[in-house]
């Protein structure tokens, strides 16, 4: 049987158990919800079925507005300068993803303070 000196300095401590705080939780819950809200049309999960997470509901409203914008754009395709509107929202979508994933809020300029504004 092998006695180990628990005064041994080289012998590291137990790890306690780590708390895990509300906002931890709720960014953890929500991350998934926030990163598919940017894909077309699964924002409405992040919408409907994960509205008491502030997080993933933040990432669904812009997910929305980049959603409505995207069908805009198709709707009045005319020339080169709708294809290239369409890339970027597709830019700014992949890099909502990018960004929900690292657990970082996210705000589209403009966009973003007036549906701030807005609380159901």
Same mark, same amino acid.
């Given at each position: 049987?092998?006695?180990?000196? !628990?005064? *041994?300095? %080289? ?12 906002? *931890?939780? !709720? ?8 990163? #598919?809200?940017?894909?077309? %049309? ?7 079925? =994960? ?9 669904? =409203?812009?997910? #929305? ?5 995207? !069908? ?7 020339? #080169? ?31 973003? *303070?007036? #549906? *701030?504004?807005?609380?159901?």
């Amino acid at each position: 049987m092998d006695q180990t000196n !628990l005064n *041994d300095p %080289f012998i590291p401590p137990p790890a306690a158990a780590a708390e895990v705080s509300e906002e *931890d939780r !709720l960014l953890d819950e929500g991350k998934i919800p926030a990163m #598919l809200a940017y894909v077309p %049309f699964l924002c409405f999960w992040a919408l409907f079925l =994960k509205r008491d997470n502030p997080y993933a509901y933040h990432h669904g =409203k812009q997910g #929305l507005i980049l959603l409505l914008a995207e !069908l805009a754009i198709l709707v009045l395709r005319f020339d #080169l300068i709708w294809n290239l509107m369409l890339i970027l929202i597709g830019a700014v979508a992949i890099w909502g993803m990018v960004t929900a994933f690292r657990g970082v809020l996210f705000k589209l300029p403009v966009v973003s *303070d007036l #549906l *701030d504004h807005y609380q159901p």
